[in-house]
């Protein structure tokens, strides 16, 4: 039975699913879909992929096919190195990935620097320049292994990102080099899959130990308000002058830079306040950036961290703003609705269709009685639970 677009959505077991005649659609491991056409030429059977789908539709795929098989028959060579030719290099598979989704990606350039080192650094002086019809699991090992236990996380940044530009290159090839890592690399217990986080408690030494730190002023006060806020740290890096409503302390963070897409209000404590005030008295002339650098340009992800790491406290920006308050909030007897509404999550399922409200005035004494906390000095109506 031939092929059809319905058919081809609910195909998503692993296997090959035959068409009309040579043509295939592949579904690999993750439910990668692509064409494969197995064809005979000279006597032998070849399986040339013919591009992943939906990019390259089923007519498309069929118009191909019938090409390749009235060329054979034709007596032409539709084998390498024709075929070769067409075969895009690592660095090249990776340009197209990254103009892809590059318009995607809400953090100011962020993502793009990051890909971009990080394919510059660990892949391309190596694989850059083979064909990704070329590149073996024993390539990607090579890249991935030296850092999976030393330096896990960027491990980890490395094999997603290469493998990712492979499951783009499955029109070129039947299947993934990344596939396999999972199964030979050792189990890291420096990191499950979730950010370093210090407990709660300790979130007011943290900050004591950040003021006094020495640091650049602005990247204090960027992590300082970070905590406060209970917000993401490229929220707090990208935070922009014209955000802030100075009548109602409101800062609101635009749908370009929220993980949501959704516009969110953050209801600004009377520290958050302050430190806004402190960020304009040394404002520069022309900047729109709260927090601008010491060169002036946007505070780097790693400038923040680093502040963290060099004061000796375990956890990350990340955790500490929103894994710590979120803790608080559970020992401090908060209620769920407002303590995930006040980390601008998203409450999926029937509680979520009939949840409108941003519950915004309960958020304001929530985001007030967690400044207070994390300055050390407890207001008197927040009891912890556990002591």
């Known amino acids: 039975m031939a092929l059809t677009n319905r058919r081809i959505e609910k195909s998503t077991k692993v296997g090959l699913y035959a068409d009309e005649r040579t043509l295939y659609l592949k579904v690999s491991k993750g439910g990668t879909k692509s064409w494969v056409q197995r064809i005979v030429v000279n006597?032998?059977?070849?399986?040339?992929?013919?591009?992943?789908?939906?990019?390259?539709?089923i007519e498309d795929a069929r118009?191909?096919?019938?090409?390749?098989?009235?060329?054979?028959?034709?007596?032409?060579?539709?084998?390498?190195p024709q075929h070769e030719a067409k075969v895009p290099t690592f660095q090249?598979?990776?340009?197209?990935?990254?103009?892809?989704?590059?318009p995607t990606w809400k953090d100011g350039g962020k993502t793009l620097q990051s890909w971009e080192q990080t394919l510059n650094d660990y892949a391309f002086p190596t694989i850059g320049e083979q064909r990704v019809d070329q590149v073996t699991s024993k390539d990607v090992h090579a890249r991935v292994a030296p850092l999976w236990t030393s330096k896990h996380h960027q491990g980890l940044k490395v094999g997603q990102r290469i493998g990712a530009v492979m499951k783009w290159a499955q029109g070129h090839r039947l299947d993934n080099p990344c596939d396999a890592l999972g199964a030979v690399l050792p189990k890291a217990d420096n990191l499950k899959g979730h950010f370093r986080a210090v407990p709660h408690?300790?979130?007011?030494?943290?900050?004591?130990?950040?003021?006094e730190s020495g640091a650049f002023p602005t990247t204090i006060l960027c992590l300082e308000f970070t905590i406060v806020c209970a917000v993401r740290p490229s929220e707090a890096r990208l935070a922009e002058w014209s955000e802030i409503n100075q009548k109602d302390k409101l800062w609101t963070i635009p749908k370009e830079r929220t993980k949501t897409a959704k516009e969110f209000r953050v209801p600004l404590s009377n520290l958050a306040w302050a430190i806004l005030h402190e960020a304009k008295r040394d404002?520069?002339?022309?900047c729109n950036l709260v927090f601008p650098s010491a060169r002036g340009g946007t505070l780097s992800d790693s400038t923040v961290s680093k502040l963290f790491r060099e004061n000796g406290i375990k956890g990350v920006p990340h955790a500490v703003s929103r894994a710590c308050f979120r803790s608080w909030c559970a020992d401090s007897n908060i209620s769920r609705e407002v303590?995930?509404?006040?980390?601008?999550?998203?409450?999926k399922g029937v509680e979520g269709a009939y949840q409108r409200s941003d519950l915004f005035e309960r958020r304001r004494s929530v985001m007030q009685k967690w400044s207070d906390y994390v300055t050390g000095t407890p207001r008197a109506d927040v009891i912890p639970l556990h002591g």
């Open 92 to 102: 090249e598979a990776a340009a197209s990935v990254i103009s892809l989704n590059a």
């Open 339 to 347: 303590a995930e509404a006040c980390l601008a999550h998203v409450v």
């Open 63 to 80: 118009t191909l096919a019938i090409e390749n098989r009235r060329k054979v028959a034709l007596g032409e060579n539709i084998l390498r």
């Open 201 to 211: 408690a300790e979130v007011p030494s943290a900050i004591r130990k950040v003021r």
């Open 283 to 286: 404002k520069e002339q022309n």
């Open 43 to 57: 006597g032998k059977r070849h399986d040339l992929g013919l591009g992943g789908y939906p990019v390259i539709t």
